[in-house]
């Protein structure tokens, strides 16, 4: 199976701009992983905020995005605010069909 | 607006299995499945599998194949998790997740607890 890579934590200023990756151990990450991002709160379920590499659902805010960058999936917070503090987490498709979650990232907005 | 209810906590001795109910409400079944994700305390979350709500075509992660089952009920819109053989190491945080293509909606988890 194949391992999922995220920074263990990060730090963004209230407004400042921050990118979370999502590395695969099998190589580069393509738009053919299918790449998710998922945030979740402590206590809470986890909410899906982009799927399909880039795409967004209804409820995802307009301050995040997602990328390909450098051979990985990316996760751009742009102005980031107080509620954003949370673990981020990725998850690849592979060809397999068996998806694979990253190790998740805390945020922390200070 | 799609919702996800699932089944309320369970505590389960070594040796046996849990069924965990997913029901989602204003969802269709047409190209549509249902995830299931579980998270131990302070750990990652842990893809299980996925279901297929149409076909009831099932795909598993490799760690779990042998003891896990889907299923649904395409009467009653609701999805089953069936774990046996159930370990301390299963203890968990389950969740299913309703899927029309972008693992679009969470249900709210349900506590399987396994002691003796």
């Known amino acids: 199976q194949a391992v999922v890579t995220q920074e263990p934590s990060l730090t963004v200023s209230p407004g400042g701009t921050v990118t979370l990756t999502c590395g695969s151990s099998?190589?580069?990450?393509?738009?053919?992983?299918?790449s998710y991002w998922f945030q979740q709160k402590p206590g809470q379920a986890p909410t899906t905020l982009i799927f399909?590499?880039?795409k967004k659902h209804s409820w995802t805010p307009a301050r995040f995005s997602g990328s390909l960058v450098g051979g990985k999936a990316a996760l751009t917070l742009s102005g980031a605010r107080p509620e954003d503090e949370a673990d981020y987490y990725c998850?690849?498709?592979?060809?397999?069909?068996?998806?694979?979650f990253g190790g998740g990232t805390k945020l922390t907005v200070l | 607006q799609i919702q996800v209810v699932q089944s309320g906590p369970e505590v389960k001795k070594p040796g046996t299995s849990v069924k965990v109910s997913c029901k989602a409400s204003?969802?269709?079944?047409?190209?549509?499945?249902m995830q299931w994700v579980r998270q131990a305390r302070g750990q990652r979350l842990e893809w299980i599998g996925w279901?297929?709500?149409?076909?009831?075509?099932?795909e598993y992660a490799q760690k779990f194949e042998e003891r896990v089952t889907l299923t649904r009920d395409v009467s009653t819109g609701t999805s089953y998790m069936e774990l046996r053989n159930l370990r301390s190491e299963d203890t968990a945080i389950y969740y299913c997740?309703?899927?029309?293509?972008?693992?679009?909606?969470w249900g709210q988890g349900t506590m399987v607890i396994v002691s003796s």
């Open positions: 997740a309703a899927d029309k293509g972008g693992f679009d909606v």
């Open positions: 204003a969802f269709t079944f047409s190209n549509s499945a």
């Open positions: 279901i297929v709500l149409g076909s009831g075509k099932t």
């Open positions: 099998t190589g580069a990450v393509t738009s053919g992983h299918y």
């Open positions: 399909d590499t880039r």
């Open positions: 998850l690849l498709s592979y060809s397999s069909a068996r998806p694979v």
